[in-house]
């Protein structure tokens, strides 16, 4: 069974630029969550989608954005990037319901210079 | 606010016991979750505790209390590649993950 899957791995931006990056859930799982991790911060939640819908959303301002298609893929977008979006983005699927075990995807770390 | 403290760093011996704790303050709670995380990959589940008291999955063993807001991971027998980040994870009432820091554990032969 194939995990979730993040590309691209590695991507490197200037300020200013905008970039997408994509995560392919577990087969079955119709919840996508994003995640923010810089070091000694932990992660911070972004947003999560489920059946196509943003069903929370945390404390990130509006360049960032997400939406999940109709097969749970999932694409995140950050518009006008700043030197301080640089980190490790990392996405998580799970069946959606209430306590499930989210599973991690390996990241996508972005160098914003 | 919501809070969940974990230790920085932590250090041990190959074949010793470690305890790692996390207290945790948020609105609600609906479990304590427990990942490791290896260096440039991705976390991976280790536990959930819902119930106050001790889970015991193999080396590995956590403890919940409710009414002290804390938890703790116990890794038995310690293997050099158990050397990760484990990261601490409460479960609020809108049932969203607020996360720790992450406790860097350095394992030493």
């Known amino acids: 069974k194939a995990g979730v899957t993040q590309t691209p791995r590695y991507l490197i931006k200037t300020r200013g630029q905008q970039v997408t990056l994509s995560c392919s859930p577990i087969?079955?799982?119709?919840?996508v969550s994003w995640y923010q991790q810089t070091p000694g911060q932990g992660l911070q939640f972004l947003f999560e989608?489920?059946?196509?819908?943003?069903?929370n959303k945390g404390n990130f301002p509006g360049r960032f954005s997400g939406r999940q298609f109709s097969n749970s893929r999932s694409e995140m977008n950050v518009s006008t990037l700043e030197l301080g979006d640089s980190a490790l983005y990392l996405c998580?699927?799970?069946?959606?319901?209430?306590?499930?075990?989210?599973?991690f995807g390996a990241g996508t770390r972005l160098s914003v210079l | 606010g919501q809070n969940i403290d974990q230790p920085t760093e932590m250090t041990a011996t190959e074949g010793a016991i470690v305890q790692i704790n996390c207290t945790y303050q948020?609105?609600?709670?609906?479990?304590l979750f427990w990942y490791q995380q290896h260096a440039a990959e991705a976390p991976t589940f280790l536990s959930y505790?819902?119930l106050d008291g001790l889970e015991e999955k193999g080396r590995f063993s956590s403890f919940l209390s409710r009414s002290k807001g804390y938890s703790y991971l116990l890794l038995k027998e310690l293997q050099m590649k158990d050397s990760a980040s484990y990261l601490c994870?409460?479960?609020?009432?809108?049932?969203?993950?607020?996360w720790g820091a992450g406790t860097k554990l350095i394992i030493k032969p």
């Open positions: 087969s079955g799982h119709r919840s």
């Open positions: 994870a409460s479960l609020d009432s809108n049932y969203q993950l607020i």
């Open positions: 505790n819902v």
């Open positions: 989608y489920f059946s196509e819908t943003q069903r």
């Open positions: 998580a699927s799970s069946f959606g319901t209430e306590g499930d075990i989210q599973y």
């Open positions: 948020t609105s609600g709670f609906n479990g």
